[in-house]
């Protein structure tokens, strides 16, 4: 159908002549109400993100000589966190000389991801942003 009849067909009804497929060869298009398509198409996108689950990042934040009890309590809360299936991320704060010993720190997340393998793993391993190092953990 030429492009001028397919005009005048959607002028007839009332309605507008929207190109569906521009790249196929000839292009497609449909007689249609544009702002009821526009209208409709927003209402799936807002129905789409109402049933997309959204979860939260907790982060717990350490720093290289945390001792055991205060490390214990930290787990405790991790695992808390990911029994309710938050994703977390795991920060070591590194100060002044501390930054010497960055291995402590790669050693203290290894430590807790080997606690937190029941609950969780690893989804980005421990890397180093600045004077800090991050690990994240999602739930299983």
């Given at each position: 159908m030429s492009v001028n009849?397919?005009?005048?067909?959607?002028r007839d009804e009332g309605l507008d002549l929207v190109e569906v497929s521009?790249?196929?060869?000839p292009p497609v298009c449909k007689i249609m109400d544009y702002g009821k398509y526009k209208y409709q198409a927003s209402k799936r996108l807002q129905d789409g993100k109402k049933k997309a689950k959204a979860f939260q990042v907790k982060e717990i934040r350490l720093r290289p000589r945390?001792?055991?009890h205060?490390?214990?309590?930290?787990i405790r809360k991790l695992k808390k966190f990911l029994e309710k299936k938050d994703?977390?991320?795991?920060?070591?704060?590194?100060?002044?000389?501390?930054?010497?010993y960055m291995d402590a720190g790669v050693a203290l997340l290894e430590k807790i991801a080997q606690e937190l393998e029941d609950k969780g793993t690893v989804?980005?391993?421990p890397r180093k942003e600045g004077w800090r190092l991050t690990m994240t953990l999602v739930p299983k």
């Open positions: 009849d397919a005009l005048d067909a959607a521009p790249d196929s060869d945390t001792e055991q205060d490390l214990d309590f930290k994703r977390v991320k795991v920060t070591v704060l590194f100060r002044g000389r501390e930054m010497a989804d980005q391993p």
